[in-house]
């Protein structure tokens, strides 16, 4: 069996080992960056940053379908970056409060740099 390779610097090996994610917040990490792959999606956080919106004002605010726009919005549901709020018979979504929403609305605010940097 191969032996690993000694580490140059032990120290900073076992520094930079500590900052590793545990299998569960790794998994977790995963599906939140994936639920970002999407343009559409990326489109969804930034224009729920300021105001909650009902599914078909966010729809035209998209430009996207209805139908397409709550497909989005279960990807984003289902990691806790997006929660609904039913009032009456009008559900309006708002970027939660967890680490999901603020990581996904980190990535978006860093988006803005390549906006300035073009």
């Known amino acids: ?13 076992a520094a930079a080992q500590k900052q590793m994610l545990s299998g569960p917040s790794e998994k977790d990490a995963r599906r939140i960056l994936e639920s970002l792959c999407d343009p559409t999606r990326v489109k969804i956080i930034r224009a729920l940053e300021e105001t909650p919106l009902a599914a078909s004002d966010l729809a035209q605010v998209i430009g996207r ?23 009456g018979n009008v559900v309006r979504y708002r970027l939660g409060s967890g680490a999901a929403a603020d ?5 978006c605010r860093a988006f803005d740099r390549l906006e300035e940097a073009s």
Do not use: F, G, N
């Not at 191969?2 to 032990?10: H, K, L, N, T, V």
């Open 1 to 13: 069996m191969p032996q690993p390779d000694r580490a140059i610097d032990p120290t900073a090996v």
């Open 65 to 87: 379908t209805r139908s397409a726009t709550s497909q989005h919005l279960r990807v984003l549901r289902e990691v806790d970056a997006v929660q609904a709020e039913r009032k």
């Open 103 to 107: 990581v996904l609305r980190d990535a």
